[in-house]
T-cell receptor
């Protein structure tokens, strides 16, 4: 149980285009999901907290107009990287906490490797 | 400012050795400390610790939390090459946000 599915796993896009990444909780409902970014050889950095039915909460330094988050249902959150630039190339990963998380902690999606050329 | 510090940043051991990874933290509104193993893609969950002094074990891995001294250790005994990975420590606050340490890269040589 407690599976989070993330798509796509890898995407290459041209500079200036937008890319949408989906994060789904498959066997549980998640009112809150989290989006992280990980640059090579670095740890995961929280970008934003996605809240079902309300606006996302962004961490300091993360542009909300560039990284659009939509959490339209209890099982789906999307992250859209708008007008992507090469410096946005990174590993993006979402997570959610099933129930109280007493057993599973936070479950992560498989991640999306974004390359902007 | 909240911070999570892991040490060492990397280490190389031989198969069969025991390794001890450290994680210290300063986080307001602490809720839990979590350990993850990351190989090539997403981190996989190892342990979640909320109470001091209670060791959690899973096979050759074990972990314990000291909430007074604000640190945790992750032990791996009888290491195998499959244990080679980056081990991430993260601390959750009361809102559910995770703050990660930089990770410890473990390389187990045959």
């Amino acid at each position: 149980g407690a599976v989070v599915s993330q798509h796509p796993s890898r995407v290459i896009c041209k500079s200036g285009t937008s890319v949408k990444i989906e994060c789904r909780s498959l066997d549980f409902q998640a009112t809150t999901m989290f989006w992280y970014r990980q640059f090579p050889k670095q740890s995961l950095m929280l970008m934003a907290t996605s809240n079902e039915g309300s606006k996302a909460t962004y961490e300091q330094g993360v542009e909300k107009d560039k990284f659009l988050i939509n959490h339209a249902s209890l099982t789906l959150s999307t992250l859209t990287v708008t007008s992507a630039h090469p410096e946005d190339s990174s590993f993006y990963i979402c997570s959610a906490q099933p129930g109280q998380g007493a057993v599973y902690g936070y479950t992560f999606g498989s991640g999306t490797r974004l390359t902007v050329v | 400012e909240d911070k999570v510090v892991q040490s060492p940043l990397s280490l190389v051991v031989h198969e069969g050795d025991t390794v001890t990874l450290n994680c210290s933290y300063e986080v307001t509104n602490f809720r839990s400390l979590l350990w993850y193993k990351q190989e090539k893609k997403a981190p996989t969950f190892l342990f979640m610790l909320t109470s001091s002094g209670i060791e959690k074990k899973s096979g050759r891995l074990s972990s314990i939390l000291d909430k007074k001294e604000l640190f945790s250790i992750l032990n791996i005994t009888a290491t195998q090459t499959g244990d080679s990975a980056v081990y991430l420590c993260a601390v959750s606050d009361s809102w559910g946000k995770l703050q990660f340490g930089a990770g410890t890269q473990v390389v187990v040589t045959p």
